[in-house]
């Protein structure tokens, strides 16, 4: 699933969206500790001169993609596909940045060119395609690609955004509501229907022609869609300390809820083939995070009695992986947060030596990416393999 964009955070008029759907107890934690026969952790090291790396995306053929480290914190996008580590490069300047990988072994990110400009780029066996900015805009930024290989996110203006499709080398700039001057796309399906928000509104674009999904509370967007069209989001309201999660389905919106009173802003992250959601809850202080599964009418919670749950990927099969521990989430990541895998059972994934660090994606057999802390304390890039688990789909590229 591609990662979705972090959005305003505010409050829901639930009388908008009718009652919120129930929230089960949290389902206890059988375990605490990945078996070692099951779950094999590979460094997948840094591009060469490096210091630091984090995995961010990984396929159903277990190519890995994320961002390498210098000394002066530069980042170049990375790809690793049986054991070898390769240098994407850049479109000229400094520096490139990674958004999403698909099952073609395709990539999406932001590269700056040799004039420091921000430009999106596809890249695909070894050569990396500019695919460039609106006109007039002052740099892009990239949210999503399908598995097509097109590409969706927003161009910045001195005077706003707007938001965007790439597809077959056209750029297509995406209107913003009647009235609005502003846009933003956060996420597109295999169909080619993009989702985001356009002022206070979260909103879908079909062949280029926006629809007004509607907003509550002060802020509302769209930031996932399934192929079955459903959609995930989140509206928000900082004056107010809380914010629901979303779904539509053929327009017409749901108030998903909130884990409890004291967990009442929450942040959907993904929504899989099956429509299963998952995603985290916290209050206004931000002290204290939970993360759910919401499926069949119900918002799951999960996780040990830790401060910090998160979640960052979620598979067709409900797999979720996250970070859990003491502390907020931090780069280099602290010695109280562990990576983790929840498939009905709460697995804390092992470490590379210093056995600490992050989970930031799941692909359909149940293979994790993310980062961890060496023994010299060093984060690198990480991908957890199960040594048994189900055959890829079909239709996954090999």
Sequence with gaps: MNRQVAVALGTLLLAACGDPAP???????????????TVVPVDLGTLSGDTTSIAMGLNDRGDVAGNSFNASHQTHVFFWRDGQMQDVGTLGGPTSS?????????????????????????WQDGTMQDIGTPDSAESVTVAGMNASGQVVGSARYATGQSAFIWSNGVMQVLPPLPGETSSGALALNDAGVVVGASGSHAVRWV????????????????????????????????????GHALRWVDGVMEDLGAIGPQRNWCFPFSINARGQIAGSCTNIAFDR?????????????????????????????????????????????????????????????????????????VNARGDVAGFALTAARA???????????????PGADH
């Design 23 to 37: 929230v089960v107890a949290p389902r206890p934690v059988a375990s605490m500790s990945a078996d070692p026969s």
């Design 289 to 361: 995070f939970d993360s759910f599964v919401w499926q069949a009418g119900a918002m799951t919670a999960f996780g040990p009695p830790a401060p910090y749950t998160f979640v960052n990927g979620l598979n067709d099969r409900g797999d979720v992986v996250g970070a859990t521990g003491a502390e907020r989430i931090a780069v280099p990541p602290r010695d109280t947060m562990h990576a983790f895998l929840f498939d009905g059972t709460m697995h804390l994934l092992p470490g590379l030596g210093g056995s600490r660090g992050e989970a930031r994606a």
């Design 379 to 393: 984060p690198h890039a990480v991908l957890w393999r199960r040594a048994t688990g189900p055959a890829v789909p």
């Design 207 to 242: 062949n280029g022609v926006i629809e007004d999904l509607g907003s509550v509370g002060r802020f509302t967007s769209a930031t996932g869609i399934n192929a079955g069209g459903i959609i995930v989001g989140r509206t928000s309201d900082p004056a107010a300390g809380t």
């Design 98 to 122: 990674f958004s999403a990988i698909n099952n073609a072994g395709q990539m999406a990110g932001v590269s700056t060119t040799a004039s420091g400009v921000q430009h999106g780029f596809l």
